[in-house]
């Protein structure tokens, strides 16, 4: 609309503009306003097709972030919230979190990543991948910082899942083989630096095979489970438990003596305290049952062994163990080569 008068009146042409009036003409005896009316539609139609454009492409990028699997945002400088998506709305109504970015200094360029995880109003946790990142102007100074959060909750248990399959038995939950050797190496490293003994037992139950023959590998796997709960029992929070295939287990207990006499006096107590504990009655559904371990103990003292030749070592005087009797331990004599010293319960 453009308002077209004979007078001039000031206080008209503003309550006209109020009124939604694009603009307005004075005639004029010489009628040189028509000149004018054409220019003035024409930027009057070229400006209404500007702001349809703009609006049609602010439309668009609405439907985009809306539709983006992201919470994205940006506030200008003040902290005022000047764009956002549907699932910004979404996270702030689900959380106590507003969302919004620290603030970077006028010249920041560079963008910040990080995780954090969020707690939402129904109590669960999920955890985000968030980048804020400046909006800057022609003049590359910031006006505004954005922020754009991903929901990698799903993707973080997925990696923990692959992560236990790689590091961890699936039955007893102990560490597997892997991360036993992991532990191990880190183990010599420390023991190389502040000195100390360090012991492996490597335990193998008596007569397995005769439980799984006799009462079905479910009730096996019932006294695996039983076997790691009883080893965990065991030990101290810094020692290691794993089981390495079958009814093998091996314990690492760390933080021995650096006499290797006195280290040998701890590592049978600890001996006892397996042998005992894995031998008393246990009960697989309905069965009774009792079980005894044979336990092969070996020292280590830093990095004077190498992990092969520890796990052997234990390997060996388990096996001498088993030619004992079963039902009891064996150490290593390393100057003999072969499991020789035989172990006197208390």
């Known amino acids: 609309v453009i308002f ?6 000031e ?3 503003a309550r006209a503009l109020r009124l939604g009036v694009h603009d307005y003409l004075i005639k004029d005896a010489d009628r040189g306003y028509l000149k004018l009316l054409r220019y003035r539609v024409e930027t009057a139609l070229r400006q209404q097709r500007t702001e349809r454009l703009l609006r049609d492409s602010e439309a668009r990028l609405q439907a985009i972030l809306d539709h983006a699997p992201a ?58 991948h968030t980048v804020h990142f400046p909006i800057t102007d022609a003049a590359q100074r910031t006006q505004a910082v954005g922020a754009i959060s991903v ?15 790689a590091y961890y038995d699936a039955l007893t939950g102990l560490p597997n083989r892997r991360l036993l050797q992991d532990r191990m ?36 796997d019932l006294l695996l ?21 079958g009814d093998e287990f091996v314990v690492m207990a760390l933080g021995l003596d650096d006499v290797e006499a006195i280290a040998d006096l701890q590592a049978a107590t600890i001996g006892e305290k397996i042998l005992a504990g894995i031998s008393l009655p246990c009960q697989l559904g309905d069965h009774p049952y009792s079980v005894t ?10 990095r004077e062994l190498t992990l092969d030749e520890v796990i052997k070592r234990a390997d060996v005087a388990m096996y001498e163990a088993k030619a004992a009797g079963r039902g009891t331990m064996r150490f290593f004599d390393a100057a003999m080569q072969t499991a020789k010293r035989e172990w006197t319960p208390a």
């Open 11 to 13: 206080a008209a042409a």
């Open 151 to 165: 929901d990698i909750t799903e993707r973080k248990r997925a990696e923990q899942r692959i992560q236990n399959l």
């Open 4 to 9: 077209i008068t004979g007078a001039w009146d």
């Open 185 to 220: 190496q880190q183990a010599f490293a420390s023991d190389a630096r502040h000195g100390g003994h360090g012991a492996v037992f490597f335990i193998d139950l008596d007569h397995f095979k005769s439980l799984n023959d006799t009462l079905g590998h479910d009730h096996g």
């Open 293 to 302: 371990p044979s336990i092969g103990i070996t020292l280590f003292h830093g």
């Open 71 to 128: 919470s994205i945002s940006a506030y200008d400088l003040a902290g005022n919230l000047i764009l956002s998506n549907r699932h910004h709305a979404q996270l702030a109504a689900q959380t106590d979190e507003t969302a919004q970015p620290e603030l970077p200094v006028r010249d920041q360029t560079v963008a910040i990543d990080l995780e954090r995880t969020l707690t939402h109003r129904d109590g669960t946790q999920r955890t985000y």
């Open 225 to 245: 489970v039983e076997v790691a709960m009883r080893l965990l029992a065991c030990v101290r929070a810094d020692d290691t438990v794993a089981r390495i295939g």
